[in-house]
Nanobody
């Protein structure tokens, strides 16, 4: 069974840091692009970052320089290291198999995402 499970969310003050992790099972993260996508309260899905099988990485402009996506091939995990967090970063963060840059079919995302991990930035 293909599955991804996110962890590492929590509450943090503005300017703080968090590291999200995504454990994959049923497939190898080295064989598929992997992405992080978030959904803030009352808003739609927002792609954040993708790491390709080549290791090339891509970021939404608003998180570039603050967020770093990485892959641990041995542990079959993907991480998102987030620094200098802002109130606007409050959202449910999803890890998903696939590349979700640009327009994407929500049903494909739904089939490939985990349950999400909540990040709350609050003072």
């Amino acid at each position: 069974e293909v599955q991804v499970v996110e962890s590492g969310g929590g509450m943090v003050q503005p300017g703080g840091t968090l590291r999200l992790s995504c454990l994959a099972s049923g497939f190898r993260v080295t064989e598929f692009p992997m992405s992080w996508v978030r959904q803030a309260p009352g808003r739609g899905l927002e792609w954040l970052s993708t790491i390709k099988t080549s290791g090339n990485t891509y970021y939404l402009d608003s998180v570039k320089g603050r967020f770093t996506i990485s892959r641990d091939d041995a542990k079959n995990t993907i991480s998102l290291y987030m620094t200098n967090l802002e109130f606007e970063d409050t959202a449910l963060y999803y890890c998903a198999r696939g590349d979700y840059r640009g327009n994407f079919a929500p049903q494909i995302f739904e089939r490939n995402r985990g349950q999400g991990t909540q990040v709350t930035v609050s003072s």
